[in-house]
């Protein structure tokens, strides 16, 4: 077989989820979403985090500042700020944009560069010279303000094919005012990992490090990351879950996988890449974009095999039949991937809420409930209040603040003003019975009327909360009348936010029970 | 730039949609399902369908049967029967396996043969000697019955990397046999695209044509197939919207078109090429898996940019942010791939309906009506009545059976035997007001019993109508109380089935939406 290259005595990790994933489409990150998955990111051993870009986007500016305030403690990667070179005709110094750079206070700072002579032309409307200028002044100002400097050379593989020697001339620009790094990017994701040695052998022959940032429009963005990685690069680029705009990003878990584990390169720990299928789980949840279940090493399916050719000789050797052992990514050869259904999980979570699970009998009990629940398509992995609520029951700890008699909703053709559904709920609340009916948009948002009405008496707190957030997730798709609907409802008092789920074929009835977890939830931990 | 490699004389692009891509959890195709996506590949002009395993599986028997009954008309693939060598101790003559393949009719069968020797001893539990007798026997047997034969080497590259002689020798004792094509398969989807090439030439000494397998467990499936492509494989097999177990096979669509496009070999004619995005659309529609937005080129978010950083140059010059021009896949730019609201589709799907809309005003009408609705989320893909439906409106030859003067479905925390569910309909059919009650397991089904009773008297055919699909999909994740959700019913009345599609954020009127159409285009066709 082929041998395979070896690793590099410096080779960074780097990610982009917070940025260049941001891009696709549907996916929106707030400071705090933005702020859970950089510490995602952290616990999978990745060497950079870039963040955002700061000055551009209000958003990302809070995060930075967010961040600079110890809004998340970093324990293995760098935060990365990324931004552009100055504006034609200024100074560095003298540019906005380039001093948010620096205001965003990170040791590392990425500045995209234009590096296809068209571009440089027609989109930036400057000349080839005042660009290679902007490069040189940006590079020397942040790196004299102590600051490491990456260089993303935007459309840097059509503009080699373009005009080769303006593409590697930027490179160069780069490298002597003390750029680190000069990643190439295949910004519009049209190359094949054939192609691709050529070109990084080109580039290096100037003599500085290379790092290389893919898309996937033609399928193969993984692959074109290592046969760069096989050229030389010693920086590759990606994202969690393959988020990015269009096709998206290069998937960096699967890229980490194939150098860590085919490669044998030993760039995180075990125990981090042990726990990428948990990790890119929890940031899908963060993003609500669906997980890709067929994703490479991390899908729930990546290891799951249906009932057919390999199904007798499975029993025989599972070894035969996959090509790692799961167990290496956190992933296992069932149907389901149950994130929390593992003790030591479930003792690691329950810790993180304050409750101390480390007796064995205690900790198998409450594994053995959250599993039972999990076959039955829940999902705890962001939904922690309803999680919470499951350990105190089991626990014995559970106090019930009101008993629900019955419940229904109405919808019909009529649309008032008030909405279209009306629902009635019946309820026992400190000893008094309370029939109240809502009138809402929807079933759930009527409901919410209903049962707010009925406990507000007993609980005058329930006026502060409020429903934030919604979500529905059809799984099973394709299992007609009875396919399971699993829904996520985000509820806050004003000071903090709560997650709940529910399951059902019912989509009604999975609301509701997302609903009354919800409410539940939050008089436990009202002042 | 590198040389890129010219085209074979011959060259195979074969889809195994039908037997691997159905593989993957939570994909059922029924006979009918199978005969549409046969249809399908067809339009595309791949060379040859892999249809199923007869004998296997009843579904493909019948499948296989269905088609030499005229079932489908294939234009350019030739269908492929699939199967495995014979059993060890018997002949391929008396082995009923090898007499199902024969009985399936079709001109090329593919045999699956095992070629790593741990999977002979330990799986098939026979002697490695047996094993390439079975392989001899069985090509040599449906040679001389008449058939062009294919031989699939099962874990052909672990089989390599254990024991590379006997891998090599399976290969040759194929050949030797009579085989056209053997194909290497990377079963367990471990390979990397720098690790392909010395395995493709070491087969590739022994003289006879080779085909490549991949799956995509490291995110290489295109890259793998490419580079075995460069090693000179003839023959490449993929599904389409990357179906199959696991993380799935090799995205056919996307091999096809990096060949077509990027290396300029003319594998399909290009206006085939050009429905790529529709047939991949269509497809999906079929399966009920959700469509990947993201996939390479057929993709809806395969060309759409995100306001950011991009957005201002792209009005300088689209191509410029693009690796092809997306109309080459029958794709575009914008955000939502309307896959029916051109002009020239309408028409088309029109005159399939019966339909003359030859007329360009007419067309135009209809066009704009379809957009309009499209942009609200329905889609009329795979759901022919309620476009039919749609279409007699906009053309003034809407006959309305019943006028529905309200509905309303009451679903509630108590469960009976009936249902949990409690829906009325009142409406005027042939001029007698109907005001009836149902009950049913979910809201959907309680509105199905109400509407059936209230038409019963009026139009006994309803009783033979069947509701047997139902499917929910949630457009735009992640806009909370807001999703839309679009619902699908397949209704039948025992001799046809139907399909209708209902839109909005309150999925009760979704699903009803859908139901009122099913009922309505049923009682327009009943005879």
Redesign the interface.
């Known amino acids: 077989?082929?041998i395979?290259p070896t690793m590099p005595d410096t080779f960074h990790v780097y990610d982009t989820t917070l940025r260049d994933g941001a891009?696709?489409?549907?996916?929106?990150l707030n400071v705090n979403d933005k702020l859970k998955i950089a510490r995602y990111l952290d616990q999978l051993g990745v060497g950079f985090i870039e963040g955002g870009w700061p000055g551009a986007n209000p958003n990302d500016t809070a995060f930075f500042a967010a961040v600079a305030d110890g809004g998340v403690e970093l324990k293995n990667a760098k935060l990365v700020a990324f931004g552009a070179t100055r504006k034609a005709g200024t100074t560095a110094a003298e540019d906005p944009q380039v001093q948010a750079l620096l205001a965003a206070r990170t040791e590392v700072i990425c500045i995209?560069a234009k590096s296809?002579d068209?571009?440089v032309l027609?989109?930036l409307r400057t000349t080839l010279d005042e660009n290679l200028q902007m490069v040189a002044d940006t590079v020397a100002h942040l790196v004299s303000q102590g600051r490491r400097v990456f260089v993303d050379c935007e459309?840097f593989f059509d503009g080699?094919?373009a005009n080769p020697e303006y593409s590697l001339e930027v490179i160069r620009t780069a490298a002597e005012a003390g750029a680190e790094v000069v990643v190439l990017c295949d910004?519009?994701?049209?190359m094949?990992?054939?192609?691709m040695?050529?070109?990084v052998s080109a580039a290096g022959a100037i003599g500085v490090e290379l790092g290389i940032h893919c898309h996937?429009?033609?399928?193969?963005?993984?692959?074109?990351t290592?046969?760069a990685v096989?050229a030389g690069v010693i920086h590759v680029q990606g994202t969690l879950n393959?988020y990015g705009?269009?096709?998206?990003n290069a998937?960096l878990i699967?890229?980490l996988?194939?150098l860590q584990l085919?490669y044998g390169w030993p760039l995180v720990p075990p125990e981090a890449l042990a726990d990428a299928t948990r990790i890119a789980n929890a940031v899908a949840g963060v993003?609500?974009?669906?997980m890709?279940?067929?994703?490479?090493?991390v899908?729930a399916?990546?290891?799951?095999?249906?009932a057919?050719?390999h199904a007798s000789?499975i029993k025989?050797?599972a070894n035969?039949?996959?090509?790692?052992d799961p167990l290496l990514v956190g992933n296992d050869m069932r149907?389901l991937v149950s994130d929390m259904a593992g003790r030591a999980n479930i003792q690691i979570k329950g810790s993180e809420l304050g409750y101390d699970l480390s007796d064995r009998d205690l900790a198998a009990k409450v594994t053995e409930a959250v599993k039972a629940r999990e076959m039955d398509g829940y999902s705890y992995e962001s939904a922690d209040a309803s999680f919470e609520l499951l350990l105190r029951s089991e626990l014995g700890l559970l106090e019930e603040f009101f008993e629900?008699l019955?419940?229904?909703?109405?919808?019909?053709?009529?649309v008032k003003p008030e909405g279209?559904?009306e629902a009635t709920v019946k309820l026992l609340a400190k000893g008094v019975l309370r029939h109240l009916v809502g009138e809402g948009?929807?079933?759930?948002?009527a409901l919410d009327v209903a049962l707010r009405g009925a406990l507000r008496q007993a609980y005058p707190a329930v006026d502060d909360f409020e429903?934030?957030?919604?979500?529905?997730?059809?799984l099973?798709?394709?299992?007609?009348?009875d396919?399971i609907?699993r829904t996520l409802i985000d509820m806050t008092d004003g000071s903090r936010t709560w997650t709940t789920v529910g399951v059902g074929?019912?989509?009604?009835?999975a609301s509701w029970e997302a609903l009354y977890d919800a409410y539940r939830w939050g008089l436990l931990k009202r002042d």
Not at 23 to 28: A, S, V
Not at 441 to 445: I, V
Not at 505 to 509: D, K, P
């Open positions: 077989m082929t395979l891009q696709q489409e549907g996916l929106q995209v296809h068209e571009h027609r989109a459309h080699y094919q910004t519009n994701g049209g094949l990992p054939s192609q040695g050529d070109v996937n429009d033609t399928g193969c963005a993984v692959a074109n290592m046969a096989d393959e705009e269009r096709t998206g998937n699967t890229v996988a194939n085919k993003t609500n974009v669906a890709n279940n067929r994703q490479p090493y899908g399916s990546a290891f799951t095999h249906k057919g050719l000789a025989v050797d035969l039949y996959q090509h790692i149907m629900v019955s419940w229904r909703v109405i919808t019909g053709h009529e279209d559904s948009h929807g079933p759930l948002n429903l934030t957030d919604f979500k529905v997730r059809i099973d798709q394709g299992h007609g009348t396919a609907v074929t019912n989509v009604i009835e």
